[in-house]
Antibody
Framework: QIQLVQSGPELKKPGESVKISCKASGYTFTDYAMHWVKQAPGKGLKWMGWINTYTGKPTYADDFKGRFVFSLEASASTANLQISNLKNEDTATYFC??????????????WGQGASVTVSS | NTVMTQSPTSMFTSVGDRVTMSCKASQNVGINVGWYQQKTGQSPKRLIYWASNRDTGVPDRFTGSGSGTDFTLTISNMQAEDPAIYYCLQHNSYPWTFGGGTKLELK
């Protein structure tokens, strides 16, 4: 069955970096785009952007340009999110979610369980 | 950017009730809207895609409708397992944008 399994919770200090992984199984990894979504504690969902798992090209929403990097380990069917120079406001749960193809015609249909990142001094 | 405005932000309902929630887009998004259900401590689950297509396994009491700028999610017969936050998402143009959510609770 389709699974997106994310890495475990992280506790970091301001200024540090963190890398979150999302391992896909049960489907052909390169047939689906991978999106990233942020959910701050008690808040709603915010779309961060997506990565083309065939070409590796990332697309970022404006609020996530600069310190955020989407990458792939395609041979391992894994997508990664790296956040550098962490700030308190990066404290959130980060979800990966797939969508079919790369046209934007299909909306996300399967989600990871979420990875919690806490930034605190 | 396309702003998705959901209403109400929260509502209390009873088992058996008919529930209707709204999602309004700031510009025409066609039928490029999905609806998601998020229960406490869980990841979102897609219920509806392309505004009105129900996902496999989703009970038929969930119905999505609308096009253009006005969208609705209806639960025809509220059940005890339906309390959650419901989000709409437009994928017509980048950046994709979620509504703020409607929190549905039982009285």
């Amino acid at each position: 069955q389709i699974q997106l399994v994310q890495s475990g919770p992280e506790l970091k200090k301001p200024g540090e970096s963190v890398k979150i992984s999302c391992k896909a199984s049960g489907y052909t990894f390169t047939d689906y785009a991978m999106h990233w979504v942020k959910q701050a504690p008690g808040k709603g969902l915010k779309w961060m952007g997506w990565i083309n798992t065939y070409t590796g090209k990332p697309t970022y929403a404006d609020d996530f340009k600069g310190r955020f990097v989407f990458s792939l380990e395609a041979s391992a069917s894994t997508a990664n999110l790296q956040i550098s120079n962490l700030k308190n406001e990066d404290t959130a749960t980060y979800f990966c979610a797939r969508s079919k193809g790369y046209s934007g015609w299909y909306v996300m249909d399967a989600w990871g369980q979420g990875a919690s990142v806490t930034v605190s001094s | 950017n396309t702003v998705m405005t959901q209403s109400p932000t929260s509502m209390f309902t009873s088992v058996g009730d008919r529930v209707t929630m709204s999602c309004k887009a700031s510009q025409n998004v066609g039928i490029n809207v999905g609806w998601y259900q998020q229960k406490t401590g869980q990841s979102p689950k897609r219920l509806i895609y392309w505004a009105s297509n129900r996902d496999t396994g989703v009970p038929d009491r969930f119905t999505g409708s609308g096009s253009g700028t006005d969208f609705t999610l209806t639960i025809s017969n509220m059940q005890a397992e339906d309390p959650a936050i419901y989000y709409c998402l437009q994928h017509n143009s980048y950046p994709w944008t979620f509504g703020g959510g409607t929190k549905l609770e039982l009285k």
